[in-house]
């Protein structure tokens, strides 16, 4: 199972970006997808989650701005990043419990795509 994160970049404060994270490989279903950030010297943060579901949960940081949704037919989920701040400035990643049977799931990573705001 492999997770291709794209969508990273640079933009204004104010302005919008919209990630995607698509999933490929042996997949029999997909559970929770989640997306994280690092910004450099700080730990890495989990921003946004998405359950099979439907379900969301958000860090109160982006709480009203980002908006986490997913494609289970095409096995990719979105942030969509409004009202973006520089603080919002960092590597995002893309993460995914993923069953490739139905009795094994596995905890899956994307590359990371960066997303830089200025002030």
């Known amino acids: 199972v492999q997770l291709q994160a794209s969508g990273g970049g640079l933009v204004q404060a104010g302005g919008s970006l919209r990630l995607s994270c698509a999933a490929s490989g042996r997949i029999f279903s997909i559970n929770a997808m989640n997306w994280y950030r690092q910004a450099p010297g700080k730990q890495r943060e989990l921003v946004a989650t998405?359950?099979?579901?439907?379900?969301?949960n958000y860090a109160d940081s982006v709480k009203g701005r980002f908006t986490i949704s997913r494609d289970n037919a095409k096995n990719t989920v979105y942030l969509e990043m409004n009202s973006l701040k520089p603080e919002d400035t960092a590597v995002y990643y893309c993460?995914?419990?993923?069953?490739?049977?139905?009795?094994?799931?596995?905890?899956?990573w994307g590359q990371g795509t960066q997303v830089t705001v200025s002030s």
């Open positions: 998405i359950t099979s579901a439907g379900s969301t």
């Open positions: 993460n995914a419990d993923v069953r490739d049977t139905p009795w094994r799931s596995g905890d899956y």
